[in-house]
């Protein structure tokens, strides 16, 4: 099969699966037809989360107002489950496991759901794009979604961004942020950071003080790459012809760093008075904008 034959299947499979469309020929994944007509009212204690599910967090706020749309209304989308891997007489949802919750909330006693027999591997896919999709996966949810596909299904970047419709480069950057250490991981997972913001702290010595500056002090993600370039470790080789500067000296260099968005490295002579401050600008268009700045 064709790269691009596969890619086509994949997002047919995915809009009938999520009845965003209905296929009139075929449903390249399930095995069947789509029709909202087919789905079934099942007791909703039959119904159980995937584990596998990328998603980790729900906003309290949408719950709570899909919770009384839920109640006023009833659940109006099935959600697409599968039969339960563990119970032969229960099921998995693949895709509305917010409606679920929203109709345990809501106290309703059965839920309506279309059948699907797929995989493991569909299922993960399926529900890593229907979040994504939709943006309801942070960073975090998104890149451990990616790393499920390649580690337990063998999935590549490339297979995975042809897919999914990304960027290999996307995808890349977006694993890299798991090398991070969990508390800013969880600062990014909280809405403290961003993407942005972490990108810059993948490289450095020590994310966590600089995730904590920058979430301080409110910087600009090119104010977290600057501050990011001005904390990269020096090499041993430099260590030992320069002695380390005071705590004094760096904490100044990293809040003018920080309000500058520019490199700010200060050479103080051991002993005197006098020294060298030094920024470093990386295109014109800073340089302008530290001349303005500077002339205010």
């Known amino acids: 099969m064709s790269k691009k034959t596969e890619r086509k299947s994949l997002g047919r499979g995915l809009s009938a699966l999520l009845a965003d469309v209905n296929l009139d020929d075929e449903n390249p994944i399930g095995g069947a037809l789509v029709s909202l007509a087919g789905a079934s009212e099942v007791p909703i204690e039959k119904v159980h989360a995937n584990p596998e599910q990328p998603r980790r967090a729900f906003n309290e706020h949408d719950l709570q107002d899909l919770t009384a ?40 006693h059965t839920i309506p759901v279309l059948v699907r027999e797929l995989s493991d591997t569909e299922v993960l896919e399926l529900a890593i794009i229907e979040n994504i999709q939709r943006a309801d996966l942070n960073a975090v949810e998104e890149a451990l979604g990616y790393r499920q596909l390649m580690n337990k299904f063998g ?52 994310p966590v003080a600089l995730a904590r500056i920058i979430i301080s002090k409110g ?5 977290a ?64 904008g530290l001349c303005q700045l500077l002339s205010q």
């Open 69 to 108: 749309s839920i109640t006023e209304k009833g659940v109006i989308q099935p959600l697409i489950v599968r039969p339960d891997p563990n119970n032969q007489n229960d099921y998995q949802i693949v895709a509305g496991e917010r409606r679920w919750r929203a109709a345990q909330r809501a106290k309703l």
């Open 155 to 206: 999935r590549t970047q490339e297979k995975m961004a042809e897919a999914l419709g990304k960027s290999r480069s996307h995808i890349a950057n977006l694993l890299r942020l798991l090398n991070l250490p969990s508390e800013v991981l969880e600062y990014l997972q909280n809405g403290q950071l961003s993407a942005g913001h972490a990108r810059a702290l993948v490289p450095v010595d020590d």
């Open 219 to 223: 910087l600009s993600v090119r104010q």
């Open 225 to 288: 790459e600057a501050l990011a370039k001005a904390k990269k470790s020096v090499s041993p080789q430099k260590r030992r012809l320069k002695p380390a500067k005071d705590a004094d000296t760096r904490a100044i260099e990293y809040d003018l760093t920080a309000n500058l968005g520019a490199k700010v490295t200060i050479d103080h002579k051991s002993g005197g008075q006098s020294g060298e401050l030094r920024i470093k600008y990386s295109d014109l268009e800073q340089l302008d």
